[in-house]
């Protein structure tokens, strides 16, 4: 029988700690109900498990309040609604070469129709941005810098600090794409000057798949439109959508079990912390690396050191198609990966592998070192095939 | 001890055929990978899951194939994409006095930012409407007629086989509401002519809240613009999004164990079927509603026949406040109901109940008699209180 090992944590984690199971499943066996709807216990109680991940989330990425949390399907509709709703025709944005299309195709949307216009400042063949550069490419109509903050394809990491300076000294909007790092590096919502910071429930925050959502400034929060109006339980003798948070961003019903398990996952996180997840996660990807390097006839995208990315590599071996690999490494092995472009063809261009794009391993907190080396065997005997 | 019963059927279905539950949790435990992007054997295990409760509700919505059948986080997702997306400046749209601000706050949104027009053809007292009145507020520049199927107030059934005619003959586009009829009446998507049958999957569909989508016709997929860009996992190589169903308004991870979890729900109708739903749903109402005339110093809004109407039942007590009764409900029988407008100002000024609201009761599958009368006991002791 095969082990079935995952190394799919770039597209959402596999295996959820227990607590989010229980947590799904407590809400539906003793609350189910729809939470800011009705005024009676069971209503108020759903809505109390929302306001706890709020407050939860919000502590986690060190956001001034809860309501600067807003919860939404998932984090490509956060990023929609950051880049949608910030932006007005005649408008410029700078971005990078790394983005997911979850960034490059609304900004590419707004282009084609809606008379903004961006530049996606390049970054190197490892995937690394050089935060000066990204002032050359400025403008005077420049409004927004919208930034992944890890690439989804080599795991590099973009100095979001910087970027946050540079974009506060020149009062643009920053919106930060944290898909792939948070539940594995520290995002600071302050520390960053973001003025949004959309996240993902389902990959490294161990929630359920249909979580995800945004913090928020005060300031973006104003001037942001929001790109869902309707229903919010508030102020409902109105057809005019709240202006207040989080219901200015937040319509119809949430996805109030979901969240309820979001938050057990990110309570898991806090319990083992950060640092802890960050130095597993590094020492198997310097493992992986090392065993890569060993095999031979192996390219490995993104930076050389493991501390400039996250725990996710992407490879390709001379002469052989990634995705026939990647069929072979589940059907014979049980290993399973993503071949491709990975949503990402900007990112691809950058580091020179488009359009037949790479084989992806992402790695969380699961893995062992045991799949590592069962996997380089694996790769191994795959190469000499 | 409260025997909790619960009437907020038309805010979501409290309780769950336990195949839902299974189903969610069979996807956690057994697959939980993310459809539609690895090619891994539970990758694809994940996206047929998805293809089957996709081709499920387009049989159950009689919709000509599956592909036209698209997932959103709820069911206000939904009709945002299908107004603001089928609408352009200087369109004018039709709808009732009975809407949800589901539709009523997109409307009104597009006409203060995006240069569109719209009339609410007026109801009568009992959230009626007469098709016939749609043609009289008609326009040159009308493009988009858009309905609930019954009202989340009074319950009131607005006959959409009438307006999709009319839309039909005029080529408008016809957008449905379906979000309280869905699992309790037979909504036809071709039989109604429509263009967009909005439905959201945690009421009376029995799914799990984070849930809904909308069916769709060709030409109003090929006119209508996506509301939310990025991945699909589709023409990867590609900025832009994607022009085929269902990847043009799918963007983003998929809530794929929730979506399981409402096939579930579907199939479970299918098992019962609609007509002994709708039968238990017509015997309970009018069984309410004789019970709350012989009490007496009851308003009971909406059409006085059950048959015009679905379960859901809204009431004032003379002299009485709405929300007070709610919570007195609640705290003293363990009877959950929800008082106030009910996202819904409209409606409420149509039946001339705005602002102060009603009291609603809105029933489901698993209420019994014995829970009507009990609620019956409950008002007439209120009442005297």
New interface residues.
Partial sequence: MKP?I?F?NA??S???PAGV?EA??KF?REI???PG???????LEAGRHILEARSLLAKFFNVPKPNQVIF??????A??TAIKGLLRPGDHVLTTGME??????????MRD?CGIEFDAVPCSKEGLLEPGDVIKFARRNTKLLVSTHASNVTGTIIPITELGLIAKEREWFFVIDAAQTAGVLPVDFQAANADVLAF?G?KHLLG?????GFCISLRAAEHA?P???????SI??????PDFLPDKFE????????IAGLAAGVNHLIQIGLEKIRAHELELTGYFRLGLEQIGAITVYGPGKPELATGTISINIAQRDN?DL??Q???QFGI???????????AHQTIST??G?TLRFSLGIYNTKDEIDFALKALKALRQT
Avoid at 208 to 212: L, S
Avoid at 227 to 233: A, C, I, N, R, S
Avoid at 236 to 241: H, L, T, V
Avoid at 336 to 346: I, S
Wanted: hydrophobic share 30%.
């Fill in positions: 079935w995952y799919d597209a959402t596999r295996h959820k199971y799904i499943e539906f189910n109900c729809n709807r009705g005024a009676y216990s069971l209503a939404t399907a998932n984090i490509t509709q990023l929609n997911h299309n979850a960034v490059a195709r609304p900004l590419t949307w129709n993902t389902h359920p798949m249909g979580t995800g439109y790109l869902v109006t309707g229903g919010t339980g409902s003798d109105r057809e005019y959508q319509s119809g019903t949430s996805n109030a079990p979901g995705a990647s069929f490494l589940d059907d399973m990966t993503r071949p491709g472009l990975h949503c990402a063809p900007w488009f359009p794009g």
